[in-house]
């Protein structure tokens, strides 16, 4: 629907689980971004990439762990999550430098921790 | 540091009537507004936006906002609302940074759900 996937689009993890979301994007955007929904809250910005370098950690606890390979793809590694995590994890690109132009959002991951 | 709030949590209005979605922001510099739309289970979808130019935006499906700087508002508006339509609405903004010498990130409202009668 608008160039940007994220797999999975539900994953169930208990708290000692190690696993990864994945986000591609197809629009040839150089900046990325890892948003978190949570019900009742505003969008959290997370984490920014610029041309696959990281420009902005939103005071996110360790066990987050983001991963920028390429332009195209963008990882968030999670390790001990607690119950508070779940939520939904939007990933989002946008063309040129971080915020200059509008951010094109994927489906998210709706994530439940156990 | 720039807010966006969007006064209405909710807005119900009957199919075919006019609606508005409110917005409201503070910023350092001209500010870059954004709305945004979620539909359940999806991620969102960019609607329009206000840089710089005409007060009066359109944007995708018949939608449309129109910046004041007076009043420091962004109100997204459509002259005859679908059922369709009903959906999560976020307005954004990015302003300079703290510092004064760049655009900072953007930020997002709490959402107003919109809910479009038969």
């Known amino acids: 629907e608008t160039g940007v996937t994220q797999t999975p689009r539900h994953l169930v993890m208990g708290m000692t689980n190690k696993k990864s979301l994945k986000c591609e994007q197809h629009l040839g955007h150089n900046a990325m971004y890892w948003y978190k929904q949570s019900a009742k809250k505003p969008l959290e910005l997370m984490f920014v990439?610029?041309?696959?370098?990281?420009?902005e950690n939103n005071s996110v606890p360790s066990r987050f762990s983001p991963e920028c390979p390429n332009s195209s793809h963008l990882f968030l590694h999670l390790h001990t999550l607690q119950p508070e995590d779940s939520a939904l994890y939007l990933c989002?690109?946008?063309?040129?430098?971080?915020?200059?132009?509008?951010?094109?959002f994927g489906p998210g991951t709706r994530l439940t921790v156990t | 540091a720039q807010s966006v709030a969007q006064p209405e949590d909710q807005v119900n209005v009957a199919e075919g009537n006019p609606l508005t979605v409110k917005c409201t922001y503070s910023?350092?510099?001209?500010?870059?507004l954004f709305w945004y739309v979620q539909y359940p289970n999806r991620g969102l979808q960019f609607l329009l936006k206000?840089?710089?130019?005409?007060?009066l935006v359109k944007g995708s499906y018949g939608f449309e906002a129109e910046f004041n700087k007076s009043q420091t508002s962004f109100h997204l508006k459509k002259p005859s609302a679908l059922v369709s339509d009903s959906a999560l609405y976020f307005c954004?903004?990015?302003?300079?940074?703290?510092?004064?010498?760049?655009?900072?990130?953007?930020?997002f409202g709490q959402g107003t759900i919109l809910t479009v009668h038969p």
């Open positions: 954004a903004v990015r302003g300079l940074n703290a510092g004064g010498t760049s655009y900072g990130k953007l930020t």
């Open positions: 206000y840089i710089t130019g005409d007060n």
């Open positions: 989002a690109s946008s063309f040129g430098q971080a915020y200059s132009y509008e951010q094109y």
């Open positions: 990439y610029n041309f696959k370098e990281q420009t």
């Open positions: 910023v350092s510099g001209n500010p870059y």
